[in-house]
C-alpha cells in the first residue's frame, strides 16, 4: 500500500510483517516467553477512560514540551531499539533524520546496526540525541563508551537496568542470527547459533548493581536516567539516589513475562514518589506499547513527562524509510492534538488525572 494509505500505527505493523525478512519479524516483534507482558503493554490502555471537558475555547493546541530540558515538539521520544540494519540498509540513521524532521529525540542503543559515529553524524543543526548503555562485563570498555557518547554529544545516559540476561524470545530463538553490530565486532565469544537476542547477551554485565551508580557519575556529567524501571521501591531508590530520571518499562515485554506493564505501574510510582516528595526532582518516562495518541494522553495525564516508541518505528522504517517514521511520527501527532482538543485540554502542562477515569485499570 500507499505510504499515505497508512492511518495509523497498526498499518505499518501489518506491511512490515509482510516485507521483512522472517528473521527481522522474529527479532523486532517477538517478546519473551508466551508475550503475556507484551499484549498487556497496550491492552492496559484499553483499560483507562477518558473524562472531556466540553465548551473550551480549543483553537489553539500547544503539544511540545521538554525533555531533561531539551525541546521535543510533542512529549515522545525514539527509544533505543537494537540491529536497525535488520529492517533497512541504512539502519539507525533513518531514525535519526527522521527524528530531525519532527524536533523529537532519538535515543541511541548500544546495539546499533550503525556506529556511534555514523548517528551522530547524521545529526541536523541543534539535534539532541541521548545515549542508551548496555553495560559491558568488561568496565574499561563501559568506561569508553560512555566517554565516547559524552564527547560526540550525547546528552543524556539511558542506562538499561532490565536485561541482567536477556529474556527468551522464541520466535527469535527459532532462528539463526549472523550479524553483529559493528562496534562489537571486534569481540569473539558472540554466539550466533540460537537467535539475535542470544548473540548479545554477552555483551551485557549481568553483575551491574545499585552501588555501581556512584561509579557511572565519576566518569560522566551526563544526566543519568534508568530505563527499565518496574517498582515503587526501585523508582524511590533511583530518585533518592538523584537520578534525573527513570523509564517505567519492562523492555516491550522481551525481559520478564508477567511484569506489569508501566502504564499500571505509574500511579503507584507517582504517588510515592509525591509521599516522598521526590516527585519535582526526577522525570519520570513510561514505554511499551505505545500506539496511539490517546495512550500519550493518558501517560502524560498520569504524571509522565514523555513516553518512548519502539517497534512502531522500527516497522515504519523498515517499510517505508525515512517518510515511513515521519509520517507515523506525525500521526501520532495528529492524534495527540485531536485527543486534547477533545478532551478540551490546551496544553501539555494542563493535562492531568482529572480527565482519566482509572477505575477500570487494576480490574483484569
Ligand atoms: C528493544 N529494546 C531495547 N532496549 C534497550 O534498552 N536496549 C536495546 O538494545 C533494545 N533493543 C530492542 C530491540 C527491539 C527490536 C525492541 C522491540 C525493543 C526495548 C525498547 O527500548 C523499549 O523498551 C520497547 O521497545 C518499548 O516497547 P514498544 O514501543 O516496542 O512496544
Redesign the pocket.
Known sequence: PNLDEMLNLFDFEAVASQILTKEAWA???SGADDEVT?RE??EAFRRIWLKPRVLIDVSKIDISTTILGHYSSFPLYI?????GKLGHPEGEVVLTRAAYTHKVIQ?I????SCSLDEMVNARGEGQVQFY?L?ANPDRNITERVVRAAEAKGCKAL?I?V??PHLGRREKDMRLKYVEAPPDLQEEKDIRRDQGAAKA?NSFIDCRLKWADLEWFRSITSMPLVL??IQTVEDAVMAAKLGMEGI?L??????QLDFARSAIEILPEVVQALKIEGLYDKIEIYI?????RGTDIFKAIALGAKAV???????YAMSAYGQPGVERALQLLKDELELTMALAGVTSIRECGPQYLDIRDLYNH
Open positions: 527479532y523486532y516483534s507484551m503493554n497496550h527509544t533505543a531499539t537494537a540491529l535515543m542503543p548500544t546495539l546499533a542508551q548496555y539511558f538499561t532490565d536485561a548479545m530505563k527499565g523509564v518499562s519492562n523492555h516491550g515485554g522481551r514505554d511499551g506499547g505505545i500506539r518512548g516508541i519502539g517497534r512502531p518505528m522500527l
